[in-house]
């Protein structure tokens, strides 16, 4: 069924004239004569009986009006909902515990009647999400693809905030009761990170810790989810595993897991923002939020990877 047809058909019920719904449509009253008629048509019923002063209902015109203005409320509806300025701004967290989506969490809840569609895409490879970017199936990805010179050419990656790592340990752990730790304190304990994907942007960083600071870093064994981790912690005397200080992460009291920050230096995982070249206008205060979170304590590390895109800086 043609919507704009329908629409026609709608215009014209309520201001009892094709003439005037055709100027409110900006077509001529040719157009949504020939409209009406191929819904007619279509239906196998007469809508309108003409009349000196303009159309009227017919009894199957009365029935089917209110039909019709739900099919177009609706068909306005499905184009807002994908139309860049007037749809919600669809953003890929990675995952729903992250620091990202607890930070845009706090975002929405500070500013009301603002609109989110938050995603959380299930790849591992930042280039694929990037694509999905580059496609317009998101508005925005907070991802990191470490050489911008594999970046699509309409994406551009800005710098979001940085993300303080702390120790993550159960009770019986022997850097349990340390109320913060510096990265040479971690030396020849086990950290156990498990599924870790290679090509990942987070396998690249891991690489570059256990590098910059004799970490021991074992990605062994599979990943079988956030519980698991937590409940293998809380058991074990002699494993840890990074978080992100402001990752949310939720156990049983009887785990009594111990949160350590990392000072001296800080060990900072930078957060990117992958986006279109032309992006939603809903993002500009999005990205001025992250931009106006306190700094980190120095000194901060970081890795050695670019902060922005080229294209960021135009």
């Not at 009253?29 to 007619?40: F, P």
């Not at 990170?193 to 990942?200: F, R």
């Not at 074992?218 to 002699?238: C, K, Q, R």
Request: no cysteine; net charge neutral.
């Amino acid at each position: 069924m043609d919507t704009e047809a329908v629409r026609s058909f709608v215009r014209a019920a309520e201001l009892g004239q094709l003439q005037r719904a055709a100027d409110e449509l900006g077509v001529t009253q040719q157009a949504v004569s020939k409209r009406v008629a191929a819904l007619e048509r279509e239906l196998a019923v007469r809508l309108f009986t003409r009349t000196a002063r303009g159309v009227d209902l017919t009894l199957d015109g009365r029935s089917f009006l209110p039909h019709a203005r739900r099919v177009v409320a609706h068909a306005d509806r499905a184009v807002a909902a994908v139309r860049p300025g007037s749809r919600a701004p669809r953003v890929d967290v990675l995952g729903l515990r992250s620091a990202q989506a607890v930070l845009l969490h706090d975002y929405w809840r500070s500013r009301p009647g603002v609109h989110l569609d938050v995603v959380t895409l299930r790849l591992d490879d930042p280039r694929r999400v990037a694509a999905a970017v580059a496609a317009g199936d998101l508005d925005a990805a907070f991802r990191t693809v470490t050489d911008p010179a594999t970046l699509p050419p309409d994406v551009r990656m800005v710098h979001a905030f940085d993300s303080p790592l702390e120790l993550l340990v159960g009770p019986r752990h022997p850097l349990a009761a340390a109320g913060t730790l510096t990265p040479a304190e971690l030396r020849g304990h086990r950290i156990w990170v498990p599924g870790i994907v290679a090509g990942s942007e987070w396998s690249e960083f891991y690489d570059r810790l256990t590098a910059a600071f004799d970490l021991r870093i074992d990605a062994t064994g599979p990943n079988f989810g956030t519980e698991v981790l937590l409940d293998t912690l809380a058991d074990s005397a002699d494993l840890a595993t990074l978080v992100g200080a402001r990752d949310r992460y939720l156990w049983p009291a009887g785990h009594d897991l111990r949160r350590i920050p990392i000072e001296g230096p800080t060990l900072a995982y930078p957060i990117s923002l992958l986006l279109p070249a032309d992006p939603h206008p809903a993002l500009r205060p999005i990205i001025d939020h992250f931009a106006a979170l306190p700094p980190l304590p120095e000194p901060v590390w970081r890795p050695a990877w670019p902060r922005v895109s080229p294209a960021a800086r135009r």
